[in-house]
């Protein structure tokens, strides 16, 4: 729980399934105090249309829950199911309050919580509309509850106008603010961490990878690679063609590995760096191969010059070394693939 919490601060993913889990919990609060309302006073219409707003509930949750925990992050499905979510919320609301004692309704205080999670990805505005969609709904309710409009009820429906207006309104503030911040902070963070160049890791955050990879126990092989006479290339086409080499090649590398399965980073002038999660000797191989393979058949042009390149590795699984003696182990494997004629992968001997 606390870990999810800490995360909620960095990932939109992190807070949405902290709300799934708030619906799950209130659809389980909304049944008890439905039931302990229809015990004092039982109305047929009510118990059916509550059974129909639950099985809907069920349903969609379900359904929303599969979505987020099963497509990719940026999908148009997890946006849709995600994003869509304060739309359901405010519909069930809008059903359950009336169901559930209506303005006096213990349940009231969702629209807030629901205010704030659009406030999430809408920001001001955001929490505006919704503030005044709950105003809304709420105005509706009020109104065909009460018999007779006095002074008193109207300081309460006054004072619930003010309050959900304020929500909607500090609370987009609040959150558009932290929403700055937080970009600004991480537009900071991907710059210290990733190759001008290249865009892939630098080297900076591949020992960070490392090194806490290796400290959690996670279960890795690491990949050195480096392009084959580079300095030919700058010589003969110019350091202009060479960076333009290196970018189209951190290209290849970052479109072959898999982003939950591996990271890419430049490891320092033409060489690479790959580490690759949880996966067989064979795998491994494949996507080695493949990169080596897509490497060697692009085609690179300067001044109506068409050339290639071709890239050595040198492969290896941690066995409990300390990240020097690993990168010294991969390094050194790669420089045997040199050695052995270039354009090859070799890994370390098992056993």
Known sequence: MRSLLEGAYKSDHALEVIFSSLRWFFLVLSIVVFFVQYSANPIPLKLVLFISLVVFGVIYMGVSDYYLYKSPEGSKVYSLMTKGGPLFDFIAFSALVPLTGGTESPLFPLAYLIILHVTVYWRFTGGIIAAFLFILAYSITFFMQVSEVSLDSLIIYFSQFFFLLLVGGLGGIIVSRERKHHSEKNLLVEAASRDYLTNLLNHRSFQENLRNDLEKGVDFHLALTDIDKFKLINDQFGHVMGDKVLR????????????????????????????????????????????????????????????????????????????????????????????????????????
Do not use: W
């Open 248 to 351: 189209e090649i951190g290209s290849i590398i970052a479109s072959i590995i898999p982003g939950r399965q591996g990271k890419a980073f430049r490891y320092g002038g033409e060489e690479f760096a790959i580490i690759l999660y949880d996966i067989d000797q064979e795998a491994v191989d494949k996507l080695l191969v493949s990169i080596k393979q897509a490497v060697s058949s692009h085609i690179f042009t300067c001044e109506g010059n068409a050339f290639s390149v071709t890239m050595s590795f040198g492969s290896c699984r941690h066995s409990g070394e300390s990240p020097g003696q690993l990168v010294k182990k991969a390094d050194k494997l790669l420089y045997e693939a040199k050695d052995k004629g270039r354009n090859q992968i070799v890994y370390a001997s098992v056993g």
